[in-house]
């Protein structure tokens, strides 16, 4: 073999190496959830949780009282069910519904426990959520927050009749950062590490969301949550019957803005509202407190939150009746 055949041949490996690596990913779809363990799951966790942040019901009236409508609720990457409060607690006050806290695998716990979560693990924790949420009540609103919001997007598009209507709440359909799609390339968990390093961690805007967010953890992780996102982009959002509410900020600094319109009209039955389109100069200072990202709750959005409450109550109005 002459010698430029040979630096061919080496060159076609190495390409060849770099562009079949393996690759951060998982289909779009939910797995199948054992309907009889919905008591199990939905169960109060304790042990090593955050007090406050663990999955629970939250019933309107009394115990095992099934209402017309349930809402099921999944938080952000790496925050809690605590992350928005009260705000599904008032939606679900205005609406007569039961409420399923979802509590994603490895959240409100100490931060290796997240590097230890996967994509899988989250898909699945979904599809247990939602059996809980057909259990309380007849028909379900699902809320999502960030990447809450991406499972909530893969969820909507399975074949669902009790499915009412669907909440979007600054859906992760891509971080702000352009540079996160390396994540997705082949070797991206390789290259996340080499990046990003072994330990992201960043500093909390109070005391209430450095005890309710997760604000150090393995990069590892990392790759999983943006496995969802390419999940989410590839899933048919076009079948999606049910009523969609895409609830985001423009000025966002964690993820896409673009992304979010994006995905917004794929969905045939989509509404979508840039809360900060036309927002007061007050408005836009609270809302700056959680980066434009969490736009509601006593935590980083106090005054915010009635005015969200009622844009909700008013969408799922409008998508049961």
């Given at each position: 073999m002459s010698a430029v055949r040979r630096v061919s041949a080496i060159v076609a490996l190495i390409a060849a190496v770099a562009l079949l690596g393996p690759r951060a990913r998982v289909e779009p779809s939910l797995p199948v959830a054992d309907p009889a363990s919905w008591r199990a799951f939905a169960a109060e966790d304790g042990g090593g949780v955050t007090p406050g942040a663990g999955r629970g019901i939250a019933w309107i009236g009394a115990p095992d009282s099934v209402t017309d409508l349930a809402i099921v609720y999944l938080h952000g990457f790496s925050a809690t069910r605590r992350e928005v409060h009260p705000l599904v607690d008032t939606l679900a006050a205005r609406l007569g519904a039961n409420v399923?806290?979802?509590?994603?695998?490895?959240?409100?716990?100490?931060?290796?426990?997240l590097g230890s979560a996967k994509a899988a693990d989250w898909?699945?924790?979904?599809?247990?959520?939602?059996?809980?949420?057909?259990?309380?009540?007849?028909?379900?609103?699902?809320?999502?927050?960030?990447?809450?919001?991406?499972l909530a997007a893969i969820a909507a598009a399975e074949p669902a009749p009790d499915l009412a209507a669907v909440v979007l709440a600054s859906p992760n359909f891509g971080p702000r950062d352009p540079k996160a799609e390396m994540v997705l390339w082949p070797w991206g968990r390789v290259l996340t590490r080499l990046v990003a390093g072994e330990v992201r961690e960043w500093t909390a805007a109070n005391e209430a969301q450095a005890r309710y967010w997760t604000t150090r953890y393995p990069t590892r992780v990392i790759p999983e949550m943006m496995a969802l996102v390419d999940a989410a982009r590839r899933a048919p959002l076009e079948r999606v019957e049910r009523p969609v509410y895409l609830v985001y900020s423009g000025r966002d600094q964690v993820i896409s803005a673009e992304r979010v319109r994006e995905a917004a009209v794929r969905f045939p039955r989509a509404q979508s509202w840039d809360v900060t389109a036309d927002a007061d100069s007050a408005t836009v200072a609270e809302l700056a407190v959680g980066s434009f990202h969490v736009f509601a709750g006593e935590i980083l959005a106090p005054s915010f939150t009635p005015v969200v409450a009622d844009s909700l109550e008013a969408f799922v109005h409008r998508a049961v009746r």
């Open positions: 399923f806290y979802a509590r994603l695998a490895g959240h409100g716990q100490a931060g290796d426990s898909l699945r924790d979904t599809a247990q959520a939602l059996v809980v949420g057909r259990a309380i009540g007849r028909r379900v609103v699902l809320v999502g927050t960030s990447t809450g919001a991406t």
